[in-house]
C-alpha cells in the first residue's frame, strides 16, 4: 500500500515582508502522513492556540494520542514548538529518532514510503520527507515535505533571498535535490503545489521505496561525513570517532583506539 498525505494546518509567514513598524506573524503548515503503522505530524510548531491542532486531527478522526511519530524539517522554533502535545510519540528530527530518552540513528528508508534525507542550508539541521503516494491520492506521485528549503511556492527564487540561511550553496544544492525528486512540494509557510520535475518518466505511477538491507545513511553531526556503525562514537553515536570528544580513559567510548 501507498502512503497518504493530508495538510491539515496551512502555514503562512510575513518575516520577508514585514516592517519594523508591523507585527510578524509565522506558523508552519502542519502536515499529516500515513505510512502503514506510522501515523505522523510533521512540523507542530507554533499556532496561536493549540486547539485548532487538536481539531485539525479530529477531522482525520484522529487524537494526539494516536500520533506516534513527529517530524521535524528543522530545528527552528516556528516549526518543532508543539512537540510536547504529542505524549505517545517519537520524535524524528536531524540528530535522530527519539524515544522518551533513548536516540538511535534514523534510516533513509523510515518506512516502505517514506525516505528521509539531509537537505541543509536554510539550517544545518534540515532533513525532508520524500512521501510515495498511490494514483488515488490527491497528490499522486512522490510528495516532498522540505521545511523551508522552500518558504512558499518557488519562493525564496534565490537562495540567498533567505534572510535566515545558513548556507546558500548548501540551500541551492537542497532545492535541486526536491526539484528532481518531488512531483508536490510542501512547502514550509505555504500551500501544497504541484511540480513539474524534469524526470517524469515515474510519474503516475505506483511506487514503493524498497528498504536498503542494512545501508543506513547515518552522517556525523559534527563533521558531516557519511559513517558506518562501526564508525559511530560509543558514547555519542550522533558523531564518528574522529571527533569524540570523551577523555581518553572513558570506560565506555572505544574511539581512542581508532584515532591512534
Not at 506558523?27 to 510548531?45: E, F, N
Not at 508543539?82 to 534514523?106: C, D, T
Not at 512521501?131 to 512522490?142: A, D, F, H, Q, R
Not at 532545492?175 to 503516475?204: C, F, Q, T
Request: hydrophobic share 30%; with cysteine.
Amino acid at each position: 500500500m501507498n502512503a497518504e498525505v493530508k495538510i491539515l494546518i496551512e502555514g503562512r509567514t510575513n518575516a520577508d515582508t514585514v516592517t519594523e513598524t508591523e507585527q510578524e506573524e509565522t506558523w508552519p503548515t502542519i502536515t499529516l502522513v500515513r505510512d502503514g503503522d506510522s501515523i505522523m505530524v510533521v512540523d507542530p510548531g507554533i499556532l496561536e492556540n493549540q486547539k485548532i491542532l487538536v481539531d485539525a486531527l479530529k477531522k482525520e478522526n484522529l487524537t494526539v494520542e494516536d500520533v506516534n511519530v513527529i517530524c521535524i524539517t528543522h530545528s527552528h522554533i516556528d516549526h518543532y514548538r508543539n512537540i510536547g502535545m504529542f505524549p505517545s510519540a517519537k520524535i524524528l528530527e536531524y540528530y535522530g529518532l527519539w524515544n522518551k530518552v533513548g536516540v538511535e540513528s534514523w534510516t533513509e528508508n523510515f518506512s516502505p514510503n517514506i525516505r528521509v534525507l539531509h537537505t541543509p542550508g536554510h539550517d544545518y539541521t534540515g532533513i525532508s520527507l520524500f512521501v510515495t503516494t498511490g494514483l488515488e491520492s490527491k497528490y499522486p506521485g512522490v510528495v516532498a515535505i522540505c521545511g523551508d528549503v522552500f518558504w512558499r511556492e518557488d519562493y525564496p527564487a534565490n537562495p540567498q533571498d533567505d534572510i535566515y540561511a545558513s548556507d546558500f550553496e548548501k540551500l541551492k544544492e537542497s532545492r535541486k535535490k526536491v526539484l528532481e525528486m518531488a512531483d508536490w512540494i510542501v512547502p514550509g509557510h505555504g500551500a501544497i503545489y504541484k511540480n513539474e520535475r524534469a524526470d517524469s518518466s515515474a510519474k503516475g505511477k505506483d511506487q514503493e521505496i524498497i528498504p536498503k538491507k542494512s545501508k543506513a545513511l547515518i552522517y556525523c553531526k559534527n563533521c558531516d561525513r557519511q559513517m558506518k556503525q562501526k564508525d559511530q562514537c560509543e558514547c555519542r553515536p550522533y558523531i564518528c570517532f574522529r571527533c569524540c570528544e570523551c577523555e581518553t580513559d572513558c570506560n565506555l567510548c572505544s574511539c581512542s583506539h581508532k584515532n591512534e
